[in-house]
């Protein structure tokens, strides 16, 4: 169909996507940049562990980590953005390509720990979105039977911050006996899950990461920057 055959249409801002403008960009060759964060502060947090776990295997498929530590984080709005916890939070996050979401499940839903993290980290900064179009991976942990909640919940976090939701997620049950004395996780097939899901975030990530800007470019957006270019630009005084 012909753009002119749309009357609401733009037609100088309307764009069909193509192959070419989708892979034109080289591969990025520096290592998947990926952040991972975890909902608990005990200290013998099954998240954390859990996170540590992910870690392990991301760098083993050659990506580069940072699991960010939220003790210290205040609660959102409780303290200026300029405070050195959230001034981190927010650095690592702008640094990251990718993030790994990991929350036990506290009363049917993710820990207060793991939304704080989530509410500190802002849709823009100035003209920079610090997460759109990154990947994420989501996981739980969870201290009885298996469940889907905090995943759920994740995904639909993950969306609003216009992130690229893997597929593939994990959930822990009764987490723990997963893991051993020296902390680290047993065999099994929720192990398994982990290699699964982490394999899957840095093949999506390869995928995303050289392509985002193009990925996330928008007719709306393009419209609405004409507009406000249109009457900055006619604006009879300034």
Not at 14 to 31: K, Y
Not at 193 to 200: K, L, P
Not at 220 to 226: D, Q
Request: proline residues 6%; neutral net charge; glycine residues 6%.
């Amino acid at each position: 169909m012909n753009p002119s055959d749309l009357p609401n249409i733009d037609t100088g801002l309307f764009r069909a996507p193509t192959n070419e403008e989708l892979f034109a960009a080289a591969p990025s060759n520096h290592r998947p940049r990926i952040l991972l964060l975890y909902g608990s502060l005990r200290e013998r947090s099954f998240s954390r562990l859990a996170v540590e776990e992910a870690a392990r295997l991301l760098e083993a498929m050659g990506a580069e980590t940072r699991v960010f530590n939220p003790r210290g984080l205040p609660l959102a709005d409780a303290e200026d953005a300029s405070h050195p916890k959230v001034q981190e939070l927010r650095d690592l996050v702008q640094w990251s390509e990718g993030m790994v979401w990991c929350s036990p499940e506290r009363h049917g839903a993710m820990t207060g720990v793991m939304k704080t993290q989530i509410d500190w980290i802002p849709l823009a900064m100035g003209a920079v979105r610090p997460t759109q179009g990154k990947t994420l991976a989501v996981m739980q942990v969870c201290g009885g039977s298996q469940t889907f909640n905090v995943v759920n919940q994740l995904r639909v976090l993950g969306r609003w911050m216009r992130m690229v939701t893997i597929p593939n997620q994990s959930s822990v049950p009764k987490a723990f006996m997963e893991f051993d004395d020296n902390d680290r996780m047993k065999p099994s097939p929720f192990y398994n899950r982990i290699v699964d899901v982490m394999e899957e975030l840095v093949k999506f990530t390869l995928l995303v990461r050289d392509r985002s800007e193009y990925l996330t470019d928008r007719y709306s957006e393009r419209k609405e920057s004409a507009e406000q270019l249109s009457k900055r630009v006619n604006q009879r005084s300034i």
